[in-house]
């Protein structure tokens, strides 16, 4: 016997868009709320209005949060991206985009996040090794003459790069090396289209390709984003290949507050992109006002020199034109010479002369004058002398005594009794024989 009565299907309800967000906004309270979520700050934002807007994530997913004025006044620390946290909030759903949100009420620190943390590491690790430090930055070039440019095809940066060359020198040609700026694989890519800029920079005009650029600087930009948006930025391979660009590289990556290895590594840190593009490229306008104001140097000092070289043209044909003013002249200072010269002879023989006789004169006055000093000292010897003479002594009654061999006798000590002695008198000599001696 057949059943009568068929199963009943009961007919789906048809929701409107907004009953179905309050119904799912209900089911979420009811189920879960209040509840409590640690996770790592990601895309954090601070609005004019004072409330907070970020995502707290790990490694298997990732929930929108919103933390308004408030609530975050109460903070006691200044939330930042890669930080771990710990919230406690409601669920519930922003209906206006149908979104899955956590509203935080409070929030406390639970040690910072593994990406920020990674960070950290290897900044310090390439900071001991010397990388960042100012003594291995390349100055920039006074005159690019080409720009290497890294970064991805869809980024919004490139566009923001070329707009700012385009508007500020058009002239400079630019080469592009696409890589992929975000996602597995990244680094890796961009230090493959760095290392073939350097090639093209090694290489430079003299390849031998045809139309090759030379490329002065290198610029690695992208747009801005969330720490783990950024990662291909904080590799180490990176880094290292940054480090040994032979050309100057200009990093331009995220927004000013965004940091990365590749920023510290980098010769030169731009805030934007766009800026970045501006510190490798000066403004057409500069250069022409440069090259003007040269121009205009250039121009004024030849026409100087034009100058100067006409008036002494003028005064070379004045002096041609009349030649015989400079025979005059010339005669006038022969005869000058000539009187001059004449003039000098006689005085220069005339002189000798007088100085000859005066020479003579002296030398006769002195030769009588030393002969008179001479006889002076000679009759002044010769009276010395006379007064020497011992026949004076024995005028005066004294006798010089000598014995038998004529050694003069002068002590009583030399006589003998009975000795026979000489005694030399002033007019003539006697024998003697010694009776006694007494000393004195």
Not at 275 to 303: F, G, I, K, S
Not at 322 to 344: E, F, I
Request: hydrophobic content about 50%; charged content about 20%; some cysteine.
């Amino acid at each position: 016997m057949l059943d009568a009565s068929p199963a009943i299907r009961k007919a789906p309800q048809v929701w409107s868009v907004g009953a179905l967000c309050h119904a799912i906004a209900d089911a979420l309270d009811a189920g879960f709320n209040p509840v409590r979520v640690a996770g790592e700050i990601s895309g954090f934002v601070r609005a004019a209005s004072g409330h907070c807007y970020f995502s707290l994530k790990d490694e298997s997913g990732q929930i929108r949060c919103a933390m308004f004025k408030r609530a975050a006044g109460g903070l006691d620390f200044a939330p930042r991206d890669g930080q771990r946290v710990e919230v406690s909030g409601r669920l519930g759903v922003y209906e206006p985009r149908g979104e899955l949100q956590l509203v935080v009420e409070s929030m406390a620190r639970a040690g910072e996040g593994t990406l920020f943390e990674q960070f950290l590491q290897l900044k310090a690790k390439l900071e001991a090794q010397g990388l960042f430090d100012a003594a291995h930055k390349r100055p920039m070039p006074r005159q690019v003459r080409g720009i290497g440019l890294v970064t991805s095809l869809g980024a919004a940066a490139l566009h923001d790069v070329v707009t700012a060359l385009q508007r500020r020198a058009p002239h400079i040609p630019v080469v592009l090396a696409p890589a992929s700026v975000q996602g597995a694989g990244a680094a890796a890519e961009i230090c493959q289209a760095l290392q073939q800029l350097y090639a093209m920079a090694v290489a430079g005009p003299h390849s031998g390709v045809a139309g090759a650029v030379p490329i002065d600087v290198i610029l690695l930009v992208r747009g801005g984003g969330a720490m783990e948006d950024l990662r291909a930025f904080n590799d180490e391979a990176l880094a290292r290949t940054v480090f040994d660009s032979p050309v100057p590289v200009v990093a331009g990556i995220g927004h000013e507050t965004d940091f990365t290895i590749a920023d510290f590594v980098a010769d030169l840190r731009a805030p934007t992109p766009t800026a970045a593009a501006e510190l490798c490229a000066p403004a057409r306008q500069e250069a022409l006002d440069a090259a003007a104001w040269l121009q205009d140097r250039m121009q004024t000092a030849a026409y100087r020199a034009l100058d100067r070289r006409a008036q002494a043209l003028d005064l070379a044909t004045s002096r041609l034109g009349r030649p015989s003013a400079a025979v005059a002249r010339m005669q006038l200072a022969v005869a000058a010479v000539a009187q001059r010269l004449g003039q000098a002879l006689p005085q220069r023989v005339q002189g000798p002369q007088v100085a000859l006789e005066r020479l003579q004169t002296g030398l006769g006055v002195a030769g009588q004058r030393a002969l008179q000093i001479q006889a002076h000292r000679l009759a002044a010897l010769d009276l010395r002398l006379g007064l020497l003479d011992p026949r004076l002594v024995l005028a005066r009654g004294y006798a010089w005594l000598s014995d038998a061999q004529g050694q003069a006798l002068t002590h009583a000590a030399q006589l003998q009794v009975g000795q026979v002695i000489e005694a030399i008198l002033a007019d003539g000599k006697a024998a003697l024989c010694v009776e006694s001696v007494a000393a004195n």
